[in-house]
């Protein structure tokens, strides 16, 4: 398996080397918002220690991660009034990952509406205002 590279995008965003919209953190985690949300209010839950993916992170780092996915999803669902929340998660480039630090995506539904196409940036003044949303909701 390839070393993790501490200088992927989500090693320098927990640095504060490049900005992103926090939502929420504990010593372990940190939640975010996507750039690219397919939904309003996807997030991102990372750990605040280096590992590439599921098939190198350690029990402690999984089960810290799910706990604030779960924390995230009661909260974004609550903050969109959704009816479900979809969440994902990718490992290796061939199972659909493109940042090597793990990550779980968060994303709120609603009945009959498909997520948008991948790739596309957000807006974001909406994306502040969908986090603040989900803060409120915490
Ligand atoms: P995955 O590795 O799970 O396929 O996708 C990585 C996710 O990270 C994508 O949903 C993409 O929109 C998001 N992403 C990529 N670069 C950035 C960034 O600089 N900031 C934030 N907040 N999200 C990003």
Redesign the pocket.
């Known amino acids: 398996m390839t070393a993790y590279d501490p200088n992927n995008?989500f090693a320098r965003?927990l640095r504060g080397e490049?900005p992103?919209?926090r939502v929420y953190e504990d010593d372990e985690t940190l939640a975010?918002?996507?750039?690219?949300p397919?939904s309003d209010g996807?997030l991102?839950v990372i750990p605040k220690t280096p590992c590439r993916n599921v098939l190198d992170a350690s029990p402690d780092q999984l089960e810290a991660v799910i706990r604030t996915v779960k924390k995230l999803a009661i909260a974004a669902k609550a903050a969109f009034d959704a009816e479900g929340v979809t969440i994902?998660?990718?490992n290796e480039a061939a199972g659909?990952?493109?940042?090597?630090h793990l990550?779980f995506?968060v994303l709120p539904r609603h009945e009959g509406v498909a997520l948008r196409a991948?790739?596309q940036m957000g807006d974001m003044a909406a994306i502040a205002t969908h986090a603040e949303k989900i803060r409120a909701a915490l």
């Open positions: 995008i965003i490049i992103s919209t975010f918002m996507d750039i690219m397919r996807h991102l994902q998660q990718f659909g990952q493109e940042v090597f990550h995506h991948p790739g």
